[in-house]
Every structure is written in C-alpha cells, then in structure tokens.
C-alpha cells in the first residue's frame, strides 16, 4: 500500500476543518492504520516501555463498571480490542464489550483476546447503536484521530444510558520543563524512527506525534466534553503528565 504524501499528516481536531480536509483525514487514518495492523500491539508496548498496560488498566478503574458487572459496555476506536480485553479480564467483570472501529484489520488482529469482546466495524462519527445503549463507554488513543472531534464527543453522548461514564485516555505533553524537553525529543526523534524501522511504514510513526500535539490541552479537552453535554467532568494526569485519563457521565 502506498504511503499518503508527508503533506497529508497534519489534520487539526478542529469541527471547523473544511469537509475535504475531514475526508482526507478519515482516508488517511484508515489507511495509515490498516497499513501498521500487523504491528500495532507491538510497538504500542516497545514504545511505551510497557507502561500502556497500566494505563490502560486505570482507565478501566475510572469506568466505575462495577456499579452495572453484567452491562454492555463500549470500547470506541477500539483498535486491536487491548481496552476491551483489559475491562473483560476483570474477575468480577461479567458483561460484554462492543469494540467499535471503523479500521477492520485493527479489529481483526484482536480476535481472540477475550470471548466477551464483540468486534463492531462502525465510524465513531456515526455509530450503529441506538440512545442510550450502553452502561459505559471508553476510548484509548482514538478520540484525537476522528476528523470532527466534537461530533465524536456527541456521538459518544448519545449512545450512553443517563449516568453513564465515558473514560478517554489520550496522550498530552509533560508541564513539568526539564521532562517536556526529554520527552518531545524522544517523541519527535526517536519515536518516529524506532516506528517505522519496525512497522515498515513511512508516515505513521510521525503522524503520531503530530497529532498528539495538535490534540487540546487537557483543560481545553475537558471544555469540548462539557459542550458534548457531558457532567462531572474531570481528568488526571498519568507518568509526569504523558498521557491523561479524562471522564464525564451522562
């Protein structure tokens, strides 16, 4: 598969995107994401150092699924299933995952990591489910990669039964300075190189980087979850402040 043109890999979250640029941004996500399948778990953990497992594990912490153990629960922009499968695994778990993504070779390099995860070929911006369908929702490094973020956001709203939690982990950057400049470096060098020497894709691991810096601050992401309609919303932050957990209820 031929790579995108480097020109191509800066999309914005903007809803203000004109609608080819939205177009584009979907194409190229899917492409891009088709392309790296094969590879993705594994540099997910090479590049993180590992540490994606534990973050991964506290987002489902803050998914308070034990209030509804036997619920449905959706994983959206779920990738190869890993957040899915880490809520399944749970002992006291008892319900089922929707895993909705809109790249079917993500979701197919997750079969088998857990029977109660159901694999759902679905675009986040249009999802495939009626109001209030599920009793939580979750998403791990997907929100930034949708071409309208706050139609994303709403979606998310709307398929939630009131009081449900919707959990985001998303990538952010160090406030601390002297861990921000190790950090970008490693991020903007280092990352990029070690991706695509390892998925054999040019773009990808650049992309990455990109769009976690175009993504909104924490506290601006906390606002476009408040404007989704969203309550109770607040975030944490994670590792010195490389990724956070953000949540909102229904």
Do not use: Q
């Amino acid at each position: 598969m031929a790579s995108p043109p480097r020109t191509s890999t800066t999309f914005g979250t903007s809803t203000n995107l004109p609608l080819a640029a939205r177009a584009a941004k979907r194409s190229y996500v899917r492409d891009t994401f088709t392309a790296i399948a094969p590879r993705y778990d594994f540099l997910n953990h090479l590049l993180s150092l590992n540490v994606d497992r534990s973050w991964r594990r506290a987002t489902v912490r803050r998914l308070a699924w034990e209030r509804t153990p036997h619920g449905t629960y959706l994983d959206l922009c779920a990738g190869t299933l890993d957040l899915a499968a880490t809520l399944a695994r749970e002992p006291a778990f008892a319900g089922r995952v929707v895993g909705a993504d809109f790249v079917v070779p993500m979701l197919a390099r997750g079969k088998g990591k857990t029977e109660r995860a159901r694999p759902v070929a679905a675009d986040a911006l249009t999802l495939p489910f009626a109001d209030g369908r599920f009793d939580g929702a979750m998403c791990a490094f997907g929100v930034r990669n949708l071409a309208d973020l706050d139609a994303g956001l709403r979606e998310a709203h709307r398929v939630l039964r009131p009081g449900a939690r919707f959990v985001v982990l998303e990538f952010t950057t160090p406030r601390f300075a002297p861990l921000r400049a190790v950090y970008m470096f490693y991020f903007r060098r280092l990352l990029p190189a070690i991706g695509r020497a390892v998925s054999k894709h040019r773009d990808a691991y650049t992309y990455l980087p990109e769009s976690v810096l175009e993504f909104p601050e924490p506290d601006a992401f906390a606002r476009r979850l408040s404007v989704a309609g969203f309550g109770d919303v607040g975030y944490e932050l994670l590792t010195g402040g490389i990724c956070a957990i953000h949540h909102g209820a229904r």
